[in-house]
């Protein structure tokens, strides 16, 4: 018998994308970048800073207050009183007004008597003058 040809053997096709998946670059984590890394902080940050506030009462107070009294005298002094709730340990600004034109002729920054109530009186006093008749008083921002 004649001698056979020797064969070679080839490795058979496969189809694109068959096979093992390509392997994950060395240290096998993702990481975040750095820049992510302190937008993250900035955030905490900014978060506790704005919860700091408003726990504080910072950023706003839910006092709610009331002018009951206010009266101009013949000289142009002028006393207010009224009450306030959800105030504590605040300073109230009561502005004096000529009630005719509504301009501001003088102000007062007064503090809520403690009380065992939900609602602290508080009275405030200023100067008009002779040439204001009427006066406002309103509990100013």
Do not use: H, N, Y
Request: hydrophobic share 40%.
């Amino acid at each position: 018998m004649p001698p056979s040809p020797p064969t070679q053997s080839f490795p058979a096709a496969s189809p694109q994308g068959a096979g093992p998946p390509p392997s994950p670059p060395p240290g096998g984590k993702k990481t975040l970048k750095p820049w992510a890394w302190v937008l993250a902080i900035l955030l905490l940050v900014a978060g506790a800073v704005v919860g700091f506030l408003l726990v504080t009462g910072a950023l706003g107070s839910s006092a709610e207050g009331e002018v009951s009294a206010c009266v101009i005298e013949a000289d142009g002094s002028i006393s207010a009183a009224g009450w306030v709730s959800g105030a504590e340990d605040s300073t109230l600004v009561v502005r004096f007004e000529d009630a005719d034109t509504g301009v501001e002729v003088d102000r007062a920054e007064v503090s809520p008597l403690r009380s065992t109530e939900d609602r602290a009186p508080w009275t405030a006093k200023g100067q008009a003058g002779t040439e204001v008749d009427r006066v406002k008083c309103v509990l100013a921002d």
